[in-house]
């Protein structure tokens, strides 16, 4: 006698099977759904959590470049800007000759221009450079080395043509530098460091009370730094003429391959 399959017959045993396998398809749809759900959900703070930290993220790198201003590169060059009007003081109190006052204008003399060998390679050196640096720098500069110069042609121990020739050109070249800055960076030449230096050096000689022989020297050492400063001033303004040049020639190129 032939068997006939469970499943295949119409009992109840086999429509107790067929319940039972949709429950667990219909349960396993349910669980798959629930899962789905989870995910998008924990997807979704993700992206909150992460949007989040990205705007802390910015708020913090924010933060740290308003703080960044007042790096050791900054405070050095304050500290030149603040050494300007005391040097003046010092430079002329007591009518300007008593050599005891003379060697206290040379040392804030002294301190300013070493300041400004440190705080541009400190900014460079540890990425440390700003738009304060950028601006504050050069001005410190020049209001340091100006003060001196003009002090010692007030007080008659300079010439004037020797202060007008060295600050004539430092703000000459400033302006150079700003008029052809869309064309390019004019970059410090080796020639244009030896020329600071030797003004540094020939400028606190004159501070000091100097007699004899170390006067004459004084004389020559000024007079080379006037030699570089007129030297230097003129290769500054030769790489102006070609980098503007290049300038204009590479913008014309432009637009011409733009036109064809």
């Not at 800007?81 to 040392?107: E, I, K, N, Q, T």
């Not at 400033?174 to 030896?194: C, D, E």
């Not at 003129?234 to 980098?243: E, H, K, S």
Request: a positive charge.
């Amino acid at each position: 006698m032939t068997g006939v399959p469970a499943s295949a017959a119409g009992g109840p045993s086999g429509a107790k099977g067929t319940a039972a396998k949709g429950a667990a398809v219909a349960a396993s749809t349910g669980g798959a759904r629930a899962s789905v759900d989870q995910a998008s959900g924990a997807s979704a703070v993700g992206e909150q959590e992460s949007g989040k930290a990205a705007r802390g993220g910015k708020l913090t790198a924010a933060a740290v470049n308003q703080a960044s201003v007042w790096n050791v590169a900054n405070l050095l060059t304050m500290l030149r800007l603040v050494l300007v009007p005391g040097f003046v003081a010092l430079m002329l109190a007591d009518g300007g000759y008593d050599p005891a006052w003379r060697s206290f204008a040379w040392a804030a003399f002294a301190i300013a221009m070493i300041t400004d060998l440190f705080d541009g390679h400190l900014a460079r050196a540890y990425d440390l450079v700003t738009d304060f640096g950028k601006i504050a720098d050069p001005i410190a500069d020049k209001a340091i080395m100006g003060a001196a110069l003009i002090c010692l042609s007030a007080l008659g121990d300079l010439p004037w043509w020797v202060t007008a020739v060295i600050l004539g050109r430092e703000l000459g070249i400033t302006l150079l530098r700003f008029l052809v800055i869309r064309y390019g960076v004019i970059p410090a030449s080796r020639g244009g460091k030896l020329k600071t230096l030797t003004q540094g050096v020939a400028v606190g000689m004159y501070v000091l009370a100097l007699t004899g022989w170390l006067a004459t020297l004084r004389f020559w050492v000024m007079a080379a730094a006037v030699i570089l400063t007129v030297a230097t001033g003129l290769d500054y303004v030769r790489q102006a003429i070609v980098l503007r040049r290049q300038g204009i020639a590479e913008r014309k190129a432009a637009l011409e391959e733009t036109e064809a």
